[in-house]
């Protein structure tokens, strides 16, 4: 799940994105190239997942006796009613 | 002779019998309190003494006379600068005789600086205190997490800034997960909630930013974050807070100690989301250059090809650069569409790799009738020696493939091999 996956490992496997596309430029075999660049691919389109996936969650914080709660935001008549 | 002088000065009759004290300071008091009714009047402030009662005492002074004032609870709570020795103020109320001490004193309703707003001095004198302690240095600014995941923010419900960042949001970063904290951001006394929303928010697991905002108002609308109880708030935040209050020009003491400063709401929620649209753009570039790499390797394969013997060569490479192209075709629609920005460069490109993979590729020599014989493991056959008759071979035509047996493996052509 998008969720779970943390925006350092985003950032790691946009870093090893960038390391495979400057090996790419060095001198390299065919098959060497071929499989850097299927690594390339997957990185390329798990990093799309993480930044396209669309998990736009919203919460309001409520207080309670012992502290505090968060509740989902159905929509904006809950955040009118949050104010009481 | 001080009893004649006052008996012409407020014009009393002449009387055969002396007043007693309380009388004549009853008719003082009605005379001064009757005439000084409402009245302004402007001095120094010195002698300020601020009771723990909540009232406040003072004298307004000039260079040849005093006048002792007392500011209470309820009219000194509407001050919003601090009253200090040495300030020039208007005072404005009316006269008290206090009949037990002789005295007189002004009971004042309100005060004015003089020279310069009560909003902006209350602005300077609060701005000063924070400074003196360190909460203002650039060096205490933390920095601001570059894509953070989950944020809080501290506005209340009912104002647009709210569905300002919201939208915001939404439209540059979908992957956030937003909590809010409802408080009222105008009122009296509204700073103690914004205090207690911001200290409450902290309380969420994960939170790594918190926004702090208002829609534009007017000095009185945004006053509250010009006050202590909200800086004390946002500087002992543990978690960094942007602070977006009211439009660019406004500036308030929160925007001030908060660890950055956006002009507006919309703003405050486009800095949050900056580092995803700066990885966003870095994702895009080096997927093109990713693409752009392999092509360029699989030209310069192409031209490796071409300065060999093209017979041998194309059996060699024929299985890599099928897979290549076979891993292009399956990406390349998926690549281009996930693209965000304009590709019909590399899609031009693209199109003349395909072209180029077609032109190495086997199709032109089986078109001149040679077939290229397979093996079981996918490998070519090259070589008669290397099968024995019974083993399933494939042979590759121009069009479609045969599945066939071997007979008979005879060695050699007897013709020099080339």
């Known amino acids: 799940m998008a969720e779970a996956v943390k925006s350092t490992d985003f950032e790691t496997k946009l870093s090893d994105l960038e390391t495979i596309v400057s090996q790419l430029e060095g001198e390299l075999k065919l098959e060497e190239a071929l499989s850097l660049f299927e690594k390339g691919l997957l990185l390329s389109q798990e990093c799309e997942l993480f930044l396209k996936s669309a998990e736009h969650k919203i919460e309001v914080l409520r207080k309670t006796a012992t502290g505090v709660q968060t509740e989902p935001l159905e929509d904006n008549d809950d955040l009118f009613a949050a104010l009481g | ?55 406040w005492y003072f004298s307004l002074k000039d260079l040849n006379a005093t006048l002792p004032c007392a500011c209470f609870r309820k009219a000194n709570s509407a001050v919003r600068f601090d009253l200090q020795d040495g300030l020039k103020v208007v005072a404005r109320g009316r006269l008290e005789v206090y009949p037990p001490k002789g005295g007189y004193q002004l009971i004042v309703t309100s005060l004015e600086p003089v020279g310069i707003g009560q909003w902006q001095l209350a602005f300077d004198q609060l701005k000063e205190r924070l400074d003196r302690e360190g909460l203002l240095d650039v060096a205490r600014k933390r920095s601001i997490p ?21 939208t915001a949001l939404r439209r540059r970063n979908p992957n956030i997960h937003v909590v809010i904290a409802p408080t009222r951001v105008q009122g009296d006394g509204v700073e103690h909630e914004i205090a207690q929303a911001i200290r409450d928010i902290q309380k969420v697991p994960d939170i790594e930013v918190i926004i702090v905002a208002r829609g534009g108002g007017s000095i009185e609308d945004l006053w509250c974050f010009n006050t202590e109880a909200v800086a004390r708030a946002v500087s002992t935040s543990i978690i960094p807070v942007i602070s977006g209050i009211g439009h660019e020009t406004d500036i308030t003491i929160c925007d001030l100690v908060a660890d950055l400063r956006a002009p507006t709401p919309t703003a405050a929620a486009e800095l949050v989301c900056r580092g995803h649209a700066e990885l966003t753009q870095r994702w895009t570039s080096l997927s093109r250059l990713l693409l752009l790499k392999i092509e360029q390797r699989l030209m310069q394969a192409h031209r490796q090809l071409e300065r060999l013997n093209p017979r041998h060569a194309l059996a060699r490479q024929h299985d890599k650069l099928k897979k290549m192209r076979m891993i292009l075709e399956a990406h390349r629609e998926h690549m281009l569409r996930s693209m965000s920005f304009k590709l019909s460069d590399s899609t031009h490109r693209l199109k003349n790799l395909e072209n180029k993979l077609q032109a190495i590729g086997p199709m032109r020599t089986l078109g001149r009738g040679y077939a290229i014989i397979r093996l079981a493991d996918g490998g070519v056959l090259r070589d008669a020696a290397n099968v024995k008759p019974g083993d399933q071979v494939e042979a590759w035509l121009q069009k479609g493939k045969l599945k066939l047996r071997v007979e008979e493996c005879v060695g050699d052509w007897g013709l020099e091999e080339d």
């Not at chain 2, 002449?14 to 007693?20: C, R, V, W």
């Not at chain 2, 570059?146 to 919201?166: C, E, F, N």
Request: proline share 5%; hydrophobic share 40%.
């Open chain 2, 146 to 166: 570059l894509m953070p995941r989950k944020i809080g923010i501290v506005t209340s419900p009912t104002a647009a800034a709210l569905q300002d960042i919201l």
């Open chain 2, 1 to 55: 002779m001080q009893y004649g002088k006052m008996n012409t000065a407020l014009n009393l009759k002449t009387q055969a019998t002396p007043l007693t004290v309380s009388q004549l300071t009853a008719r003082i008091r009605s005379v001064l309190e009757e005439t000084f009714l409402d009245v302004a009047v402007v001095g120094e402030v010195s002698n300020f003494k601020p009771h723990s009662s909540g009232h």
